[in-house]
């Protein structure tokens, strides 16, 4: 069974642009979570969505917006780029309403904001 | 608001000798409790769960252990490899789970 996937795996933008990051979960993952890895902050939960809903948000900006397809594929958008954006970008995917919490990780999208 | 907090930023631990990575949580409603492992250039992995039914849970070399009235669980490894250098992540699902909250890591360096 293929893993989760990320797209693009390193990206370079200038302040002000905007990006598009794309994850296909595991087959038959009904669950997809954006989390942002930033130096000294671990994981920050981003949001999460099942069924092309989104179930849960986290304390990010407007900015940071997603969508999840019918084919459980999903994307996040971060509009008018900072230099804070800079991070690590992780999808993770689960069997819907997963009771134990694990959660299979892509290898993640680098953002450098410069 | 750092619910799951992991004090030590980084630790080296001999090779043959036991690793401890500690993890504090301030939400008394966390019943349940993962840690993660994380090598450069990858997505976390599961390593080792802990539900607030039990104090110890076992697998293998890793071991995590739970104090429920202290807020506060543990990962042994023993004995540490020189594979098992990589960041630690504790983290436990709110509500619903559909959000994990994670600590901020704890970087393990096992020397040779």
């Known amino acids: 069974k293929a893993g989760v996937t990320q797209t693009p795996r390193y990206l370079i933008k200038t302040r002000g642009q905007q990006v598009t990051l794309s994850c296909s979960p595991i087959?038959?993952?009904?669950?997809v979570s954006w989390y942002q890895q930033t130096p000294g902050q671990g994981l920050q939960f981003l949001f999460e969505?099942?069924?092309?809903?989104?179930?849960n948000k986290g304390n990010f900006p407007g900015r940071f917006s997603g969508r999840q397809f019918s084919n459980s594929r999903s994307e996040m958008n971060v509009s008018t780029l900072e230099l804070g954006d800079s991070a690590l970008y992780l999808c993770?995917?689960?069997?819907?309403?997963?009771?134990?919490?694990?959660?299979?990780f892509g290898e993640g999208s680098r953002l450098t904001v410069l | 608001d750092q619910q799951v907090k992991q004090n030590s930023p980084s630790l080296s631990v001999q090779e043959g000798r036991i690793s401890i990575l500690n993890c504090d949580y301030t939400?008394?409603?966390?019943?349940?409790f993962l840690w993660y492992k994380k090598y450069p250039a990858e997505g976390p992995t599961f390593l080792i769960s802990?539900?607030?039914?039990?104090d110890k849970n076992e697998d293998g070399r890793f071991t995590v252990f739970l104090n429920k009235s202290a807020k506060h669980l543990s990962l042994h490894i023993v004995p540490s490899q020189p594979g098992d250098s990589a960041v630690y992540f504790c983290?436990?699902?709110?509500?619903?789970?559909?959000?994990?909250?994670f600590g901020t890591g704890t970087r393990l360096t096992i020397i040779p």
């Open positions: 087959s038959g993952h009904r669950s």
């Open positions: 969505y099942f069924s092309e809903t989104q179930r």
């Open positions: 983290a436990a699902p709110n509500f619903g789970n559909e959000k994990l909250t």
């Open positions: 993770a995917s689960s069997e819907s309403m997963p009771n134990t919490g694990e959660l299979f």
């Open positions: 802990i539900s607030s039914i039990k």
């Open positions: 939400n008394s409603m966390f019943d349940y």
